[in-house]
Nanobody, 119 residues
Framework: QVQLVESGGDLVQAGASLTLSCAAS????????MGWYRQVPGKERELVAF???????HYANSRKGRFTVSRDNAKNTLYLQMNSLEPEDTAVYYC?????????????WGQGTQVTVSS
């Protein structure tokens, strides 16, 4: 079992920066990949970025350059640094962890944190 708790969502103006955090607890040793997704009402949840336990990162094309994902393995915490925020970045941001241990694989999700960017 893994628990994920996001924090850092806020209401900001366009052009501002914001850092989201996701604290993982439980059987974190089996987490191979952690990432951020976002969702707006009426649309599917979409990938923002993820990072492997090795440190390799992957970004959705539209977020390259403005967003930086990082992971502090000692603190079991995932971060998303977002710069030059745009109103189109307004969404609920969800933390995701891919759990792979023995023969078990599972996707864990946090409850989400709201980011609202005003123009």
């Amino acid at each position: 079992q893994v628990q994920l708790v996001e924090s850092g969502g806020d209401l900001v103006q366009a052009g501002a920066s914001l850092t989201l955090s996701c604290a993982a607890s439980g059987n974190t040793i089996c987490i191979s990949r952690m990432g951020w997704y976002r969702q707006v009402p009426g649309k599917e949840r979409e990938l923002v970025a993820f990072v492997h336990s090795s440190g390799t990162t992957h970004y959705a094309n539209s977020r390259k350059g403005r967003f930086t994902v990082s992971r502090d393995n000692a603190k079991n915490t995932l971060y998303l640094q977002m710069n030059s925020l745009e109103p189109e970045d307004t969404a609920v941001y969800y933390c995701h962890a891919f759990y792979a241990c023995s023969d078990s694989e599972y996707d864990y999700w946090g409850q989400g944190t709201q980011v609202t960017v005003s123009s």
